[in-house]
């Protein structure tokens, strides 16, 4: 069965950080791409950041280029997002999502399994 399991998320204050990982386990996830996206309720999936299989290709959103860094451990079969100088605004649920194309995507149809989530609350 394949699972993506996220972590690493919680409470911290603005300014702060906080190191997301998400765990792939029922295969191998070295050939996806991996990304993250994150949702508020009442608004609609965002797009926050993605990764290559190899790494070597990254793609973030606006809101978070500069402040936020995914990479990944195939040989962990994880990957991360070390968040940086979190403003409220960061508040939601981050998802981890895997796709069977070796290049990212920003858009989450693309992309095949999903984690259940974990919260991230900044405050002000």
């Known amino acids: 069965q394949v699972q993506l399991v996220e972590s690493g998320g919680g409470l911290v204050q603005a300014g702060g950080s906080l190191r997301l990982s998400c765990a792939a386990s029922?295969?191998?996830?070295?050939?996806?791409?991996m990304g993250w996206f994150r949702q508020t309720p009442g608004k609609e999936r965002e797009f926050v950041s993605a990764?290559?299989?190899?790494?070597?290709?990254?793609y973030y959103a606006d809101s978070v280029k500069g402040r936020f860094t995914i990479s990944r451990d195939n040989a962990k079969n994880t990957v991360y997002l070390q968040m940086n100088s979190l403003k409220p605004e960061d508040t939601a649920v981050y998802y981890c999502?895997?796709?069977?194309?070796?290049?990212?995507?920003?858009?989450?149809?693309?992309?095949?399994?999903w984690g259940r989530g974990t919260q991230v609350t900044v405050s002000s």
């Open positions: 029922g295969r191998t996830f070295s050939s996806d791409a």
């Open positions: 999502a895997a796709r069977r194309f070796p290049q990212p995507s920003r858009w989450d149809y693309e992309y095949g399994y």
């Open positions: 990764i290559s299989w190899s790494g070597g290709s990254t």
